[in-house]
Nanobody, 119 residues
Framework: QVQLEESGGGLVQAGGSLRLSCAAS??????MGWFRQAPGREREFVAV????????EYADSVKGRFTISRDNTKNTVHLQLISLKPEDTAVYYC??????????????WGQGTQVTVSS
């Protein structure tokens, strides 16, 4: 089974930026995406991109601030976060097999990386 490993999380002030990365252990021929889970809340969809990069979807709460991208030659997917807000604080998870409507039926998940935005 493919394994996913996230990196790039950290502590940043409001208005700052971060770049999250997710490395897959094998070549991926599926949509890849990002979810996040804040304390006391359910995991929520953030962004997804198709294998060929032609289709991309974002949650309304991050549109215009977050950008998903992937490098299929390196089996990686990235999430660029800018204009961060305290409400973006969460554990961010990389997911393989995300549908373009943001749902996951049989996704493979990474372990997550913590993003903390201070006010």
């Amino acid at each position: 089974q493919v394994q996913l490993e996230e990196s790039g999380g950290g502590l940043v002030q409001a208005g700052g930026s971060l770049r999250l990365s997710c490395a897959a252990s094998a070549h991926i021929l599926s949509n890849m995406g990002w979810f996040r889970q804040a304390p006391g809340r359910e995991r929520e969809f953030v962004a997804v991109q198709s294998y060929n990069g032609r289709s991309t979807e974002y949650a309304d709460s991050v549109k215009g601030r977050f950008t998903i991208s992937r490098d299929n030659t390196k089996n990686t997917v990235h999430l660029q976060l800018i204009s961060l807000k305290p409400e973006d604080t969460a554990v961010y998870y990389c997911a393989l097999g995300v549908a373009l409507d943001g749902t996951c039926r049989l996704c493979t998940w990474g372990q997550g990386t913590q993003v903390t935005v201070s006010s």
